[in-house]
C-alpha cells in the first residue's frame, strides 16, 4: 500500500513546471524534511507530517477520509529562486484531486504560505507552504 508521501513524490515528480527547477527522477531534489543532504543543490524541497493524522468517524462505520497537513519547505540560494520554486509547488498541489501511487486525493488545500528569510547559519532562503491533504485510507 502506498503512503501519502509516496503520493507527493509521485505528483511533484510529474509536475513539469515545478521538476523544470528541482530536476526529474531518480536526482529530483524533493527529500523527506529530516533527509536533504547536507550539501544539496539548491533549489529544493523538503516535506514533512506538521499535525497529528486526523480520521473522519461516522455512526457504525467510518467513510476512511484521512486530514493531514503537510510542510513543503522551498529553499533557493536567492528570494527569488525560492519564491519560483514556491509558486510552482502551489501550482502543484493546490486542489489536486485523483489517484496517484495508488493512494485517492480528494482534495489538496493551501492553508498557509510565508517567507522564513535568509538563514543565518547558511545564508539560503526559505519559504514555507502548508498543505491541507484529504486523501483515502
Known amino acids: 500500500m502506498s503512503s501519502i508521501d509516496d503520493a507527493l513524490v509521485a505528483r511533484a515528480a510529474a509536475f513539469a513546471g515545478l521538476t523544470g527547477l528541482i530536476g526529474t527522477q531518480p536526482d529530483m531534489r524533493f527529500y523527506p524534511a529530516d533527509s536533504a543532504p547536507p550539501n544539496a543543490t539548491r533549489p529544493y524541497v523538503g516535506y514533512q507530517q506538521i499535525s497529528p493524522t486526523d480520521r473522519a468517524h461516522a455512526m457504525g462505520s467510518d467513510p476512511g477520509s484521512v486530514r493531514a497537513r503537510i510542510q513543503l519547505t522551498c529553499w533557493g540560494d536567492t528570494s527569488t529562486n525560492c519564491r519560483d520554486v514556491c509558486d510552482q509547488v502551489r501550482a502543484c498541489f493546490s486542489r489536486f484531486r ?4 495508488s493512494v485517492v486525493i480528494d482534495d489538496i488545500f493551501v492553508d498557509n504560505e510565508h517567507d522564513l528569510g535568509r538563514e543565518t547559519e547558511t545564508r539560503y532562503y526559505q519559504r514555507i ?3 491541507i491533504v ?3 485510507e
Do not use: E, S
Open 98 to 101: 485523483g489517484t496517484i501511487a
Open 134 to 136: 484529504w486523501h483515502r
Open 129 to 131: 507552504i502548508d498543505l
